[in-house]
């Protein structure tokens, strides 16, 4: 079993920014994609970033230019570099890992509470 764990979340001002870890334990995320999703109040969760094993990165359109998904697999550890936030990024985010052939998400963390004020 794979076992996410992110950090990094906390206040931060309007044009600011933050970066997240997301750190795997129990085996090595290498083979797997990896992404972010984020869950803002009374919505649902939605996609902002994957990475694949082979470093093919995607966004959605709202955090494109903006945000920058990476991984270090020495550390099992897959990163959101998050700038000129916006009130609009506010949410809890979660990291998720994607086995080999899978067509669904099968590890989740715990999420992240990220506050953006304006």
């Known amino acids: 079993q794979v076992q996410l764990v992110e950090s990094g979340g906390g206040l931060v001002q309007a044009g600011g920014s933050l970066r997240l870890s997301c750190a795997a334990s129990?085996?090595?995320?290498?083979?797997?994609?990896a992404a972010w999703f984020r869950q803002a109040p009374g919505l649902e969760r939605e996609f902002v970033a994957h990475?694949?094993?082979?470093?093919?990165?995607d966004y959605a359109d709202s955090v494109k230019g903006r945000f920058t998904i990476s991984r270090d697999n020495a550390k099992n550890t897959v990163y959101l570099q998050m700038n000129s936030l916006k009130s609009e990024d506010t949410g809890v985010y979660y990291c998720?890992?994607?086995?080999?052939?899978?067509?669904?998400?099968?590890?989740w963390g715990q999420g992240t509470q990220v506050t953006v004020s304006s």
């Open positions: 990475i694949t094993s082979g470093g093919t990165t």
């Open positions: 129990g085996r090595t995320i290498s083979s797997y994609t």
């Open positions: 998720a890992a994607q086995r080999l052939y899978s067509r669904l998400y099968n590890y």
